[in-house]
């Protein structure tokens, strides 16, 4: 994703889902990255598995260390780390709030 496309994305407002906890919270990628979410664009790319966590839960519990960290293979994963990696590979689509008019 190339940096216009990011721009184009930095004041819509997105649905955060903590992948840990499942605390959800309707921000801006500013306002999220202010509260301490580790999202994109601020922490990761949009696409990319890497964590997706509130400001009160651990990157060691998502899908990306459960990837990357333990080693854990893809078939071994849970059916809620296989739902959240479909939600990452199709972001910022899939977690884009309708905005009202």
Same mark, same amino acid.
């Given at each position: /994703?190339? !940096?216009?496309?990011?721009? =184009?994305? /930095?004041?819509?407002? #997105?649905?955060?889902?903590?992948?840990?906890?499942?605390?959800?919270?309707?921000l801006?990628?500013? %306002? =999220?990255y202010?509260?301490?979410?580790?999202?994109?664009?601020? #922490?990761?790319?949009?696409?990319?598995?890497?964590?997706?966590?509130?400001?009160?839960? #651990?990157? #060691?519990?998502?899908?990306? =260390? =459960? @990837?990357? &960290? $333990?080693?854990? $293979?893809?078939?071994e994963?849970? !059916?809620? !780390? $296989?739902?959240?990696? $479909?939600?990452? @590979?199709?972001?910022? %689509?899939?977690? &884009?709030?309708?905005?009202? %008019?």
């Open positions: /994703m190339n !940096q216009e496309t990011i721009d =184009a994305f /930095m004041n819509r407002r #997105m649905l955060h889902i903590c992948e840990v906890c499942g605390r959800t919270e309707v801006t990628p500013q %306002e =999220a202010d509260a301490g979410w580790d999202y994109p664009p601020f #922490m990761g790319s949009f696409g990319i598995v890497s964590p997706r966590t509130c400001p009160d839960c #651990m990157m #060691m519990d998502t899908v990306w =260390a =459960a @990837i990357t &960290l $333990k080693r854990i $293979k893809p078939d994963l849970s !059916q809620q !780390q $296989k739902q959240t990696i $479909k939600r990452i @590979i199709r972001e910022p %689509e899939s977690i &884009l709030v309708e905005e009202e %008019e």
